[in-house]
């Protein structure tokens, strides 16, 4: 076995959102592919604490530091006068890094995983002579305003993923998933907030674009949630040998469909997602303001139920509305879907492979996506789900379409669930991540 250290911004576990569905699931992928997995991770919501426990299964060792989110803002506004994004400070915890320089002084760590762009800051900072050596004389803590020089070059060729081979020359591998091109989404929040918002998400974006070029160059692969992504972040930063995608996967036996037992009166609709997280507040705020009213028209009795923690307030005033309902944190989304006749995604901001869409397919449910929504899916739109223009009428069309014919919305999720079981499976989905780092048995 080889020893893997995993740092990862927020702890993995439980699989509940999206950034730890796939953090959890490359862990215990690589668990049981042979690794001794040493994580290193964050926790700014104390209720995820006790979850440590359940990652000893997969994990050699586990060290969880938690930091004060309001003192980690103050911090992550000094950071912007260095020039790092407003992200990095805030993840960045000066006892984590000693644990994490401690676990490369005394463990033969093979490969280092980042998972998300902060967690980079931990090996730029480290005091390890491994490092130091790996990034080819980089000095330690540099700050971001000092372009650094290029890397050490890589051997790994462009996509497809099968092609890539893991480097034996460096005794210390660098991987980063990025998941999304944060600093292009924050783009996208700039272009749809006002003053001094706008400034603030600008300001994010550029800082951060410097931040992932930076990474670009010194990880020896680079890898997103999908191709889309990865096509946009080797145009952003003009690196393009060591970027792929690597699209999520799904949990086939959780994620099942299950027959209702008896007629429902009123055609249900259903969301689910962190309601504090922009893009889906965004969403439901559409939908159910813009969309939901239309539908209502031909189907007086719709229901849409939003479900997911944190809502906001934006979120929760939803619930005054007719026909909206809004769950706030539920122990099992799974009944939710269920119950629904379709399930939407009406996301119109940001990118990446929206896991609520796959989840619902898995379910055997039709799903009515936005085409920011399908991006990155492999699925073939009107025999596997629904693609319409983000536009009211269209989405509200499309809805009204299927809550209109039983027979194509069962046929639509038996051929959901049938696409989503030969493409989707996580273990499929990251084999190119074992190639990436090479076998974990000598």
């Known amino acids: 076995m080889k020893d893997l250290l995993f740092l990862a911004h927020r702890i993995p576990y439980p699989p509940d959102k999206g950034d730890k569905i796939r953090s959890f699931h490359e862990l215990r992928h690589l668990a049981e592919n042979g690794w001794r997995i040493h994580l290193c991770t964050l926790a700014d919501d104390l209720t995820d604490l006790p979850y440590a426990r359940q990652l000893k299964e997969y994990c050699a060792t586990v060290f969880v530091e938690p930091i004060d989110s309001r003192r980690q803002r103050a911090l992550s506004w000094r950071g912007l006068h260095r020039g790092l994004p407003l992200s990095v400070p805030y993840f960045y915890s000066p006892k984590l890094q000693r644990r994490v320089d401690r676990i490369l002084a005394r463990t033969a760590v093979r490969a280092v995983l980042c998972f998300c762009s902060p967690m980079a800051e931990y090996v730029f900072r480290s005091k390890s002579r491994r490092l130091s050596e790996r990034l080819d004389?980089?000095?330690?803590?540099?700050?971001?305003?000092?372009?650094?020089?290029?890397?050490?070059?890589?051997?790994?060729?462009?996509?497809?993923a099968d092609k890539l081979v893991a480097d034996p020359s460096h005794s210390v591998r660098l991987i980063m998933d990025l998941v999304d091109v944060d600093s292009d989404k924050w783009d996208q929040y700039a272009r749809k907030k006002r003053w001094p918002l706008s400034w603030v998400?600008?300001?994010?974006?550029?800082?951060?674009?410097?931040?992932?070029?930076?990474?670009?160059?010194a990880f020896d692969a680079t890898f997103l949630v999908s191709d889309a992504?990865?096509?946009?972040?080797?145009?952003?930063?003009?690196?393009?040998?060591?970027?792929?995608?690597?699209?999520?996967?799904?949990d086939l036996e959780f994620f099942c469909p299950k027959p209702l037992r008896g007629e429902q009166k009123a055609p249900r609709l259903a969301f689910c997602g962190a309601m504090d997280y922009y893009p889906n507040v965004d969403a439901v705020v559409w939908f159910a303001c813009e969309v939901l009213p239309l539908v209502r028209k031909t189907f007086p009795e719709a229901?849409?139920?939003?479900?997911?923690?944190?809502?906001?307030?934006?979120?929760?005033?939803?619930?005054?509305?007719?026909?909206?309902?809004?769950?706030?944190?539920?122990?099992?989304?799974?009944?939710?879907?269920?119950?629904?006749?379709?399930?939407?995604?009406?996301?119109?901001?940001?990118?990446?492979?929206?896991?609520?869409?796959?989840?619902?397919?898995?379910?055997?449910?039709?799903?009515?996506?936005?085409?920011?929504?399908?991006?990155?899916?492999?699925?073939?739109?009107?025999?596997?789900?629904?693609?319409?223009?983000?536009?009211?009428?269209?989405?509200?069309?499309?809805?009204?379409d299927l809550l209109k014919d039983p027979g194509r919305r069962r046929g639509m999720g038996e051929a959901a669930r049938t696409r989503v079981e030969e493409a989707y499976g996580w273990p499929a989905r990251l084999r190119a991540l074992d190639v990436l780092l090479g076998g974990a048995r000598d």
């Open 303 to 400: 229901e849409f139920t939003v479900v997911g923690a944190r809502p906001v307030a934006e979120v929760l005033a939803l619930g005054a509305l007719p026909g909206v309902k809004v769950t706030g944190r539920v122990d099992d989304v799974r009944p939710y879907v269920w119950q629904a006749d379709v399930s939407v995604a009406p996301i119109r901001v940001a990118r990446g492979i929206q896991n609520k869409v796959l989840e619902a397919m898995a379910m055997g449910k039709p799903v009515v996506a936005t085409p920011a929504a399908f991006e990155g899916i492999e699925a073939e739109p009107g025999a596997e789900l629904v693609v319409s223009d983000s536009g009211p009428e269209a989405f509200g069309r499309a809805v009204c």
């Open 201 to 217: 998400y600008r300001t994010e974006a550029a800082l951060l674009a410097r931040y992932e070029k930076r990474i670009a160059k």
């Open 229 to 250: 992504e990865a096509q946009v972040f080797r145009r952003r930063t003009g690196e393009d040998a060591t970027i792929l995608g690597i699209a999520n996967g799904v």
């Open 137 to 160: 004389g980089w000095a330690a803590g540099r700050l971001i305003d000092h372009e650094p020089r290029s890397g050490p070059g890589s051997s790994l060729p462009s996509c497809p």
